[in-house]
């Protein structure tokens, strides 16, 4: 994975707060066999553990907010601070106006795939089967903000599609692996595997594979010790910004802007 000068900088740091973690997978991972994981997000824990530790050749899918200059303090405003549930709200938009460019910078430094929520996901899947093609896996984070268990929130399934894609150019069928990352035991657990089908209907695929990696990160995290789940969207998000729990598209509109309440 391509790393920036500025990324392997920060990496030290990073460390500091997020400790070593040992990658465990339930099934030998072949070197030559490139496959999709898809992991809980835990606020910044997943995408963190992933980035520092783990190793194989990978491209990270980044929602496309997060990388744009114009919207992305915004983004941050709501995504990160919570906005909402804050006093000084101009304090937090002046911290994350500061804090965006740095974000951006450590983003771009691990060579990410941008999810866009527009026409332009085309693009998102076009290189997401390039990588695959040139032997990298993808790391997909792809909990939305419904919540289903303590462990993990309901998953997205159009990241599926990567599995039609990449079967249509290559002939070959993708796995999709459950991830479970936690900070508490350092450890990157990884399930067993589901392979895409070509035989069933694009939605049935779809909707049969979310629900094995969703159903399989919550196994995983039940069978570590005892420890206390962090979810992929914090308490006070549901408080000031409950009404998007079911509504993810108006809440994407609502950081998709220089300036939003």
Same mark, same amino acid.
């Given at each position: 994975?391509? +790393?920036?000068?500025?990324?392997?900088?920060? #990496?030290?740091?990073?460390?500091?707060?997020?400790?070593? #973690?040992?990658?465990?997978?339930?099934?030998?991972?072949h070197?030559?066999?490139?496959?999709?994981?898809?992991?809980?997000?835990?606020?910044?824990?997943?995408? %963190?553990?992933?980035?520092?530790?783990?190793?194989?050749?990978?491209?990270?899918? +980044?929602?496309?907010?997060?990388?744009?200059?114009? !919207?992305?303090?915004?983004?941050?405003?709501?995504?990160? $601070?919570?906005?909402? #549930?804050?006093?000084?709200?101009?304090?937090?938009?002046?911290?994350?106006?500061m804090?965006?460019? &740095? &974000?951006?910078?450590?983003?771009?430094?691990?060579?990410?795939?941008?999810?866009?929520?527009d026409?332009?996901?085309?693009?998102? $899947?076009?290189?997401? !089967?390039?990588?695959l093609?040139?032997?990298?896996?993808? +790391?997909? $984070?792809?909990?939305s /903000?419904?919540?289903?268990?303590?462990?993990?929130?309901? +998953?997205?399934?159009? $990241?599926?599609?990567?599995?039609?894609?990449?079967?249509?150019?290559?002939?070959?069928?993708?796995?999709?692996?459950?991830?479970?990352?936690?900070?508490q035991?350092?450890?990157? #657990?990884?399930?067993?595997?589901? %392979?895409?089908? /070509?035989?069933?209907?694009?939605?049935?695929?779809?909707?049969?594979?979310?629900?094995?990696i969703?159903?399989?990160?919550?196994?995983? %995290?039940?069978?570590?010790?005892?420890?206390?789940?962090?979810?992929f969207?914090?308490?006070?998000?549901?408080?000031?910004?409950?009404?998007?729990?079911?509504?993810?598209?108006?809440?994407?509109?609502?950081?998709?802007?220089?300036?939003?309440?």
């Amino acid at each position: 994975m391509k +790393v920036s000068p500025f990324a392997k900088i920060m #990496s030290p740091l990073a460390k500091l707060i997020f400790k070593k #973690s040992e990658t465990i997978s339930k099934q030998e991972l072949h070197a030559d066999e490139p496959a999709v994981f898809l992991c809980n997000h835990s606020g910044a824990i997943g995408p %963190a553990l992933m980035t520092l530790y783990f190793k194989r050749p990978h491209k990270t899918w +980044v929602i496309s907010y997060a990388m744009d200059k114009k !919207v992305g303090p915004n983004y941050f405003f709501h995504d990160g $601070f919570f906005g909402r #549930s804050k006093k000084c709200k101009w304090f937090y938009r002046l911290v994350s106006k500061m804090l965006m460019p &740095l &974000l951006r910078r450590l983003l771009t430094g691990g060579d990410p795939i941008i999810v866009y929520h527009d026409r332009r996901i085309m693009e998102t $899947f076009k290189e997401s !089967v390039e990588a695959l093609e040139e032997g990298k896996d993808l +790391v997909i $984070f792809p909990e939305s /903000p419904v919540r289903a268990t303590e462990y993990v929130s309901t +998953v997205y399934d159009g $990241f599926a599609d990567v599995g039609r894609m990449y079967y249509k150019k290559t002939g070959k069928c993708v796995k999709f692996y459950p991830v479970y990352c936690e900070n508490q035991n350092h450890v990157i #657990s990884i399930g067993e595997p589901i %392979a895409y089908n /070509p035989d069933l209907p694009n939605r049935e695929e779809r909707r049969l594979i979310a629900e094995y990696i969703q159903n399989g990160i919550d196994s995983l %995290a039940r069978e570590l010790p005892e420890h206390k789940p962090r979810p992929f969207m914090m308490p006070v998000w549901y408080e000031y910004y409950g009404e998007y729990e079911n509504d993810v598209a108006a809440y994407w509109k609502l950081c998709d802007q220089k300036k939003s309440d």
